[in-house]
């Protein structure tokens, strides 16, 4: 029996969430020595990590449907890990404010796809 998507792309909709509720006022807010940032690239680890699953679930579906910021959500979940001390703060502000709003929508989309489709279980969360 083939895993749904369905359980990663929502554990990525609560990243989101959680991102946007974390996320401060003003881009001079976010520092490097704020919890803020730690828990806003965690999560965003977390959406790099939950993608590339799903990539390794079933390639051919993934080529066919994931929006090409899925593929940079993927790179810059490998940029956190191998080079955490080196995320810049103004390409941190600008990832949240110009790109995570179509992100956001292209996994809206994904999951209206999917419909009811309710098979498969949820992967433990990582974040």
């Avoid at 998507?5 to 996320?23: G, K, S, T, V």
């Avoid at 699953?53 to 191998?82: C, M, Q, Y």
């Avoid at 796809?113 to 990582?126: K, M, N, R, V």
Wanted: net charge negative; glycine share 4%.
């Amino acid at each position: 029996m083939r895993k749904s998507p369905r359980p990663y792309l929502i554990h990525i909709r609560q990243a989101l969430a959680a991102i946007d509720a974390y996320r401060p006022a003003t881009k001079e807010e976010l520092t490097p020595q704020s919890m803020a940032w730690d828990a806003i690239l965690m999560r965003l680890h977390a959406i790099g990590e939950y993608l590339a699953r799903l990539r390794h679930l079933d390639e051919e579906a993934f080529a066919a449907t994931a929006d090409p910021s899925w593929h940079k959500a993927i790179g810059l979940r490998n940029v956190i890990s191998h080079e955490y001390e080196g995320v810049d703060p103004d390409t941190l502000w600008q990832i949240l404010t110009d790109d995570l709003p179509p992100f956001a929508k292209s996994i809206d989309a994904a999951l209206d796809q999917l419909g009811d489709d309710l098979s498969g279980s949820p992967p433990a969360d990582p974040a």
